[in-house]
């Protein structure tokens, strides 16, 4: 109940969609991907993020990995991951508790 499982794309729609016409092609490709297959099924209405980011959690995973195989290797994915992490907020796929969330999840990994 303190964090919601709506992203930020959903609840502030208005910010985050530029006009009419992106809005359209949107709101048809959401729900065409909120349909799903068929043999699954769950609440259309309802659109949730994973929280934890699992975003987060492979990036850190994929970097950790990264500094066992050496500096210079860790270096050069370094803005790959960071970029990976940033782009989760951008885009307003997650919120900011979901990156802190998937910290102990890829520590664990």
Not at 39 to 58: E, I, K, Q, Y
Not at 81 to 95: E, R
């Amino acid at each position: 109940w303190v964090v919601p499982a709506v992203g930020p794309w959903y609840i502030y729609e208005e910010l985050l969609h530029p006009g009419a016409a992106a809005d359209a092609a949107a709101q048809a490709l959401r729900a065409s991907i909120l349909a799903g297959p068929d043999l699954v099924t769950f609440r259309a209405d309802v659109a949730r993020n994973v929280m934890p980011s699992l975003h987060t959690t492979f990036a850190l995973v994929a970097l950790a990995a990264a500094w066992r195989h050496g500096r210079r290797f860790f270096l050069a994915w370094l803005p790959l991951g960071f970029l990976q992490i940033a782009t989760t907020l951008t885009h307003g796929v997650h919120y900011v508790v979901d990156l802190f969330a998937a910290v102990p999840l890829a520590v664990l990994c």
